[in-house]
């Protein structure tokens, strides 16, 4: 009976482990999409600076780095509305695969 016992307590315990592995790993991916934004967000911008940077005219090269300036100012941090309708989308739809 101890055994039984001890086997069923080990079968729990890796049970809870793996979920906690998995749940971290899904937090994880969520905050890598968000950081892959800012990213994508940046790789643009500097594009853009370098594009500008080429223009040999310099008021139109001062322009078009004040128009990219006022772009930067103006942008949203992260589209945050998109992030949280795909958290209510994982939530109201069970996935058993993880997607990539």
Known sequence: ???AVFHGFAAVLVSAISSLNFFLYKRSIR???LFHVCLERLNRYLMANSVSANIEDKEK???ARAE???TMANAPMLP???VQEAQR???AVPTTA???
């Open 68 to 70: 990219l300036v006022s």
């Open 1 to 3: 009976m101890n055994q």
């Open 80 to 82: 945050i509305e998109n």
């Open 89 to 91: 989308k994982s939530k």
């Open 61 to 63: 090269r001062e322009t």
């Open 98 to 100: 993880i997607s990539a």
């Open 31 to 33: 905050q890598f999409e």
